[in-house]
């Protein structure tokens, strides 16, 4: 799969990393590349930047958190899996994915893996531990794992190695909601925070700055929402007749860089600094309805 890796133009560029510029991303991937056989970079035709490709996310993740842990601040986009064209065809690379799970969450994980393009191959029962065993396509297990993992409350096993090139499987749907993107640059309030929580999943707690266009929840419906979490409650010189209501928040998904990198769609971006990291929209896209 393959990832670019480009400078950082948020409002918070250069806030925190030491290594900011195109420059220092272009010597530490060189860097990198004398050491990682299995990695490869070269310079973006049409932008400022690298595509950097590797084995699988994992292998991607690992170097973007040692450079993360080295004061390099950039962004990544959503990883794509490497197409081929065979006799004016599209083909794709396919994975032979075992999976065993318990009896009663078989269910779950074959709807899911249809979902994904992934073909059951085999499917065995001994002592109620079901051992299945797909053809599933590249792009379709970007991300899956932690999907499985919560399917099967963590009682589950998975691995998969690549089996064939294969036809193109057509457009898989990863995220079927929208995010909640923040109006404006600002620091968030517990106030705000309690209202937003019955529109979906929180990314962040109070007291946390972001800018506009930041991604900070995960939204109950499709559409996208814009949102204002610095909107504080209205105060006025008079008493208040009936008691304030507490302000409870719900504890926020903090994501671990793994999940950001499978969260992400086309239109989003990933900002790695060496003391957070930020989901953003980039800059033009547009809002889904």
Not at 188 to 194: D, E, N, R
Request: charge should be negative; hydrophobic fraction near 40%; charged fraction near 25%.
């Amino acid at each position: 799969i393959s990832m670019n890796f480009i400078p950082n133009d948020s409002p918070f560029a250069g806030q925190d990393g030491k290594y900011v510029t195109s420059r220092h991303l272009e010597d530490r991937l060189n860097h990198e590349i004398i050491t990682d056989v299995a990695l490869q970079v070269e310079p973006l035709t049409d932008a400022v930047g690298f595509r950097v490709s590797g084995r699988g996310e994992l292998h991607l993740s690992i170097l973007i958190e040692k450079m993360r842990r080295e004061n390099y601040e950039f962004q990544v986009t959503r990883p794509q899996v490497i197409m081929r064209e065979q006799d004016g065809k599209t083909i794709e690379p396919y994975e032979e994915l075992t999976v065993d799970v318990d009896e009663q969450f078989q269910g779950v994980v074959i709807e899911k893996l249809g979902k994904l393009k992934g073909i059951l191959l085999d499917l065995q029962l001994e002592n109620r531990i079901a051992h299945l065993k797909f053809k599933v396509p590249t792009r379709g297990l970007l991300g899956y794992r932690s999907e499985f993992m919560t399917d099967t409350r963590g009682m589950g096993v998975m691995n998969y190695v690549f089996a064939e090139w294969g036809p193109y499987a057509g457009e898989i749907q990863h995220r079927q909601n929208g995010v909640m993107i923040a109006k404006e640059t600002c620091t968030t309030v517990a106030y705000a925070l309690f209202n937003l929580q019955e529109r979906g999943k929180l990314f962040l707690g109070p007291g946390v700055p972001v800018y506009r266009g930041q991604i900070i929840g995960d939204h109950c419906r499709p559409a996208d929402l814009v949102v204002n979490p610095a909107k504080g409650k209205k105060l006025t010189n008079m008493r208040a007749s009936g008691s304030d209501e507490a302000v409870i928040l719900t504890p926020f998904l903090d994501m671990s860089l793994e999940d950001c990198i499978a969260y992400i769609n086309d239109d989003e971006l990933m900002e790695v600094t060496p003391s957070a990291i930020r989901l953003r929209k980039r800059k033009g896209a547009k809002i889904r309805a």
